[in-house]
């Protein structure tokens, strides 16, 4: 490959245009609203009101795998993008604090394969059975025409449950608090346009590859890591101001999303260890660092924002939890993230 800068963009996705379709439907979801809906709660998750003031909200959260889903058509191992689809919701709820109650899946297919949804829908129950959830129920639409022969599309949606008063969401955060982060599995759902454009489709090859320990494919496929059981345990122990999943748009978008005004922070990218599929990518692409943590998580799926006198304490627990936290940055006055 040659030295020429590869980009998210180059891949067919321009992010600018999500921004706008975000600008130009706030009005028409908010003339939905009515005085249970709470607005400016957190960014993570929708919240609805159950009890008044004092009492139980819900959280709820949508999201889909993307084209991380092309590597299991083409490779026939439909299993672990069903555990992807609800890391995607519930990953985002727990940032608030809401532990998940329920899931919903949604798979539509040009022509139903029964043993190809069997094993997409088994990923779905794992990854319920790791967030603590129950599958309540979904949809499986056959679409003739819609979809080209042996693939489908696959999207999840969770509703989670949080005392009002028990709400993670950022407005406590002041510069000087420590951020930690929570490694990733790998490469989550995040970024696979610019995966496949940088990594190819051909799976016999990426099965073949083991110069990451392990064959590519797998390495590719290895679901997203669900951090609810972690999160909950470590929000009884500890004062969380702040839980940014780093999903689409990576450090650069997820984590100011905690921030009150006026709040930015440094990260130090050094001070974890990460994955060698990321130094592929990276190699790849030609992609500075700032486009490389704004479009991947680079090795880290979750970050926490606590007091820095707690900041040891909380990546001890972290640890004794099976994560593997590290303490990467600290909160500064301004705003966006500087690496």
Same mark, same amino acid.
């Given at each position: 490959?040659d030295? /020429?800068?590869i980009?998210?963009?180059d891949?067919?996705v321009d992010?600018?245009?999500?921004?706008?379709?975000?600008d130009?439907?706030?009005?028409?979801?908010a003339?939905?609203?009515?005085?249970?809906?709470?607005?400016?709660?957190? =960014?993570?998750g929708?919240?609805?009101?159950?009890?008044g003031?004092?009492?139980n909200?819900?959280?709820?959260?949508?999201?889909?795998?993307?084209?991380?889903l092309?590597?299991a058509?083409?490779s026939?191992? $439909?299993?672990?993008?069903?555990?992807?689809?609800?890391a995607m919701?519930?990953?985002d709820i727990?940032?608030?604090?809401?532990?998940p109650l329920l899931?919903?899946d &949604?798979?539509?297919?040009?022509r139903?394969?029964?043993?190809a949804? *069997?094993?997409?829908? =088994?990923?779905v129950?794992?990854?319920c059975?790791?967030?603590g959830c129950?599958?309540v129920?979904g949809?499986?639409?056959e679409?003739?025409?819609?979809?080209?022969?042996? *693939? &489908?599309?696959?999207?999840?949606f969770?509703?989670?449950?949080?005392?009002?008063?028990r709400i993670? $969401?950022?407005?406590?955060?002041?510069?000087?608090?420590?951020l930690?982060?929570?490694?990733?599995?790998g490469?989550h759902s995040?970024?696979? @346009?610019l995966?496949?454009?940088?990594?190819?489709e051909?799976?016999d090859a !990426?099965e073949a590859?083991? @110069?990451?320990g /392990?064959?590519l494919?797998?390495?590719i !496929?290895?679901?997203?890591?669900?951090?609810?059981?972690?999160?909950?345990?470590?929000a009884?122990?500890?004062?969380?101001?702040? !839980?940014? $999943?780093?999903?689409?748009?990576g450090?650069?978008? $997820?984590?100011?999303?905690?921030f009150? @005004?006026?709040?930015?922070?440094k990260?130090?990218?050094?001070a974890y260890?990460?994955?060698d599929i990321?130094?592929? !990518?990276? *190699?790849?692409s030609?992609?500075?660092?700032?486009?490389? &943590?704004n479009?991947?998580?680079?090795? %880290?799926?979750?970050?926490?924002?606590? /007091?820095?006198? %707690?900041?040891d304490?909380?990546?001890k627990?972290?640890?004794a939890?099976g994560?593997?936290? &590290?303490?990467i940055?600290e909160? %500064?006055?301004?705003a966006?993230?500087?690496l």
């Open positions: 490959m030295d /020429k800068k980009t998210y963009a891949s067919g992010v600018t245009r999500g921004y706008a379709v975000v130009k439907i706030k009005a028409h979801a003339s939905t609203f009515n005085k249970n809906v709470l607005q400016g709660l957190g =960014s993570f929708g919240f609805y009101s159950l009890d003031e004092d009492g909200c819900l959280v709820a959260g949508t999201d889909g795998v993307g084209t991380k092309k590597y058509f083409l026939g191992k $439909n299993a672990t993008v069903g555990i992807d689809c609800v919701c519930v990953n727990i940032c608030q604090g809401a532990k899931f919903l &949604y798979i539509a297919t040009g139903i394969n029964p043993s949804i *069997e094993d997409v829908v =088994s990923g129950a794992e990854g059975r790791q967030s129950a599958l129920g949809e499986t639409a679409m003739p025409s819609m979809y080209a022969p042996g *693939e &489908y599309d696959l999207a999840g969770s509703v989670g449950i949080v005392r009002r008063d993670i $969401n950022g407005s406590r955060i002041t510069p000087g608090c420590a930690v982060g929570l490694t990733s599995s490469l995040n970024g696979f @346009s995966v496949r454009r940088l990594l190819g051909d799976v !990426l590859d083991t @110069s990451l /392990k064959s494919l797998d390495v !496929l290895t679901p997203t890591h669900i951090y609810v059981k972690s999160a909950l345990a470590l009884e122990k500890f004062d969380i101001l702040g !839980l940014a $999943n780093i999903t689409g748009g450090f650069i978008e $997820n984590i100011p999303r905690i009150p @005004s006026g709040v930015g922070c990260v130090d990218i050094n260890p990460k994955q990321f130094n592929l !990518l990276a *190699e790849r030609h992609l500075s660092d700032a486009e490389l &943590y479009t991947f998580n680079m090795g %880290i799926g979750m970050v926490a924002c606590v /007091k820095p006198e %707690i900041a304490s909380f990546v627990a972290a640890n939890l994560e593997h936290a &590290y303490i940055g909160t %500064i006055e301004g966006g993230v500087r």
